[in-house]
């Protein structure tokens, strides 16, 4: 069996050899690549279909989720993940984001990797245990060939009724105390070579329903949105690589959900600093929640911004979603220069695993 540490070495190397690829190459991306590069998108059964290798192989996807459908064992997650990196090295392209939710408690994909309490038990940890917890949990999502966690939830739990205090995601309702160890889970994860995501920007802890299932309203001022993004600010401080956007809609901000929202993104680039990936929520979700089809939310959120397009249901429909964002680019719906800029931030971003 191979250690964590030959894995990454492993991974290290896959990277390397696509560095010829893309930025800095001698030859432009084709907008095909540029969008492969931002579609992450679920699979189905427990080893990866000949469809969906095809299409890392043709560089129509960046990534991979795996939810609790994928996963058995070990060994069973480390060789699907090593098959869609082999698809991809051998073709040419670059590795493969393989992300999974693992905040820790009943949220987290794989169960025989930490962390074993949720982020509220967490809570009662010094900063310096909850980073040990990030260390430990990508050291055992390392080794399985994962190297994305959307974790830690940043979102502070400010109202009576909050979804994310009555799931236990929140490591505390006090926004400093919270920011700092939502920081040191993010810390940890680095630490052991797995990228961190900051969700849900800009923030979730007034939600009373999540926004999976029904569409939410935070009607709250600007001003009064100042406390919930103290988390994210430290975050960003921090360095965190990754900030999944909100399917809630802000008044204050924008009459769009955040993840169809150049508002939102603006304040989270030009009044934040994040310079970084922006993923979006399932848009699944609020496609079903905003009467829209998933290509045409797809194809709103790389209008806003939104870096990485999270397509989490069937293969079928995250290659309609592929092909709609390619037509939407070839008339210009999408302009190739913000094309560009999503695809260099992933590019870095994947260098730095």
């Avoid at 994860?189 to 900051?198: C, D, I, P, R």
């Avoid at 926004?211 to 935070?218: F, G, L």
């Avoid at 290509?295 to 790389?302: C, E, K, R, W």
Wanted: charged fraction near 15%.
């Amino acid at each position: 069996m191979r250690s964590a540490a030959t894995l990454f070495l492993l991974a290290a190397l896959c990277l390397a050899l696509g560095a010829s690829r893309g930025v800095g190459s001698s030859s432009p991306p084709s907008v095909e690549e540029l969008l492969g590069q931002r579609l992450i998108v679920g699979m189905e059964g427990t080893v990866p279909s000949a469809g969906l290798l095809a299409r890392v192989r043709a560089g129509e996807v960046g990534g991979v989720i795996l939810f609790g459908a994928n996963v058995r064992t070990f060994p069973q997650v480390r060789a699907l993940a090593g098959q869609l990196q082999e698809a991809a090295r051998a073709a040419g392209q670059r590795p493969l984001l393989v992300a999974v939710d693992q905040e820790g408690g009943t949220i987290r994909r794989l169960r025989w990797a930490p962390p074993a309490r949720t982020a509220a038990q967490l809570g009662a940890l010094p900063a310096s245990g909850v980073r040990a917890s990030g260390r430990a949990t990508a050291l055992g999502l390392r080794a399985a060939g994962v190297n994305l966690d959307l974790a830690p939830v940043a979102d502070v739990p400010s109202v009576a009724g909050s979804f994310i205090a009555a799931q236990a995601r929140a490591y505390s309702d006090d926004p400093e105390r919270d920011a700092v160890l939502a920081s040191a889970f993010a810390q940890g994860l680095a630490e052991g070579g797995v990228a961190a995501t900051a969700k849900h920007f800009p923030g979730l802890g007034r939600a009373t329903v999540s926004t999976d299932t029904t569409p939410v309203t935070i009607p709250v001022s600007r001003a009064a949105l100042a406390s919930d993004l103290v988390s994210f600010q430290a975050l960003i401080a921090v360095g965190v690589p990754l900030v999944m956007l909100s399917n809630a809609t802000y008044p204050a901000l924008d009459a769009k959900p955040g993840a169809w929202s150049p508002a939102v993104e603006s304040l989270l680039r030009s009044t934040l600093g994040f310079d970084g990936v922006t993923i979006t929520d399932a848009l699944e979700a609020v496609a079903k929640t905003h009467n829209r089809s998933v290509a045409a939310s797809a194809v709103l959120a790389a209008q806003s911004g939104a870096d990485l397009l999270l397509i989490t249901g069937k293969e079928a429909e995250s290659d309609a979603v592929y092909r709609r964002l390619v037509a939407a680019a070839d008339a210009g719906r999408i302009p190739r220069a913000a094309l560009q800029r999503s695809y260099d931030r992933i590019l870095t971003l994947k260098r730095s695993l």
